[in-house]
């Protein structure tokens, strides 16, 4: 069964202390995995979608890499902006399977 | 452009009654897809439409709950007998296509809650 895992489930920075989120999963014949930013009162808004391990794609601060287990998010000197719950998830088949989220939280 | 839109934006209903949740995609995303958040945890996709057609209604809750797309645009989730359990957010997207691997762009969902 497909399954994605992301840790920790809450992450509180200070302004400008750069840091990872994890995003394991498994799943047979990964077609393409995607990282979301989810606003409290929000649905998700895209961010990333990586396809093969070794791809990396930047936006901003927010830095998505991946291999055949895992992805991180890296967010170098985070904002207060970017405060948010960030989501993992995979596609396989047609479906996509959702992390249960990591909360992030950035003190000015 | 537009992005996608969900009517209405909350509902509270009795327990037992029925409910009509809309989602209006993106102007011609073939794709459409619907997902439930509960306070706290993860989306649980519920049903994808291709155009029309929905082949795979296995992550539907119970028989309760319906889906149904017309002209490969809007598309209506009914919970019919409606329980407290059902209360939760209730999230559209829609993306280009089904093959490939194309994102989702979410709506800013339904909050359902049942008393």
């Known amino acids: 069964e497909d399954q994605v895992t992301q840790s920790p489930e809450a992450l509180r920075l200070q302004e400008g202390e750069s840091s990872s989120l994890n995003c394991s999963y498994t799943?047979?014949?990964?077609?393409?995995l995607f990282w979301y930013r989810q606003d409290p009162g929000k649905g998700p808004e895209f961010l990333f979608t990586?396809?093969?391990a070794g791809e990396e794609k930047e936006k901003e601060r927010l830095k998505a890499t991946l291999t055949k287990k895992e992805s991180f998010l890296h967010i170098t000197a985070p904002k207060p902006e970017d405060s948010a719950t960030y989501l993992c998830?995979?596609?396989?088949?047609?479906?996509?399977?959702f992390g249960a989220g990591t909360r992030l939280t950035v003190k000015p | 452009g537009a992005g996608v839109s969900q009517s209405p934006s909350n509902k509270v209903t009795e327990k037992g009654k029925d409910v009509e949740l809309r989602c209006d995609p993106i102007s011609g995303h073939t794709a459409l897809y619907w997902y439930r958040q509960s306070l706290g945890q993860g989306l649980e996709f519920l049903i994808y439409f291709q155009g029309n057609s929905a082949p795979d209604k296995s992550g539907l809750p119970s028989d309760r709950f319906s889906a149904e797309r017309t002209g490969g645009s809007v598309s209506t989730l009914t919970i019919q007998r409606t329980q407290q359990e059902d209360s939760a957010v209730y999230l559209c997207?829609?993306?280009?296509?089904?093959?490939?691997?194309?994102?989702?762009?979410f709506g800013p969902g339904t909050r359902l809650t049942v008393t």
């Open positions: 990586l396809y093969s």
């Open positions: 997207a829609s993306s280009l296509s089904i093959t490939g691997s194309y994102e989702q762009y």
């Open positions: 799943v047979s014949g990964l077609r393409g």
């Open positions: 998830a995979v596609q396989a088949g047609y479906d996509m399977r």
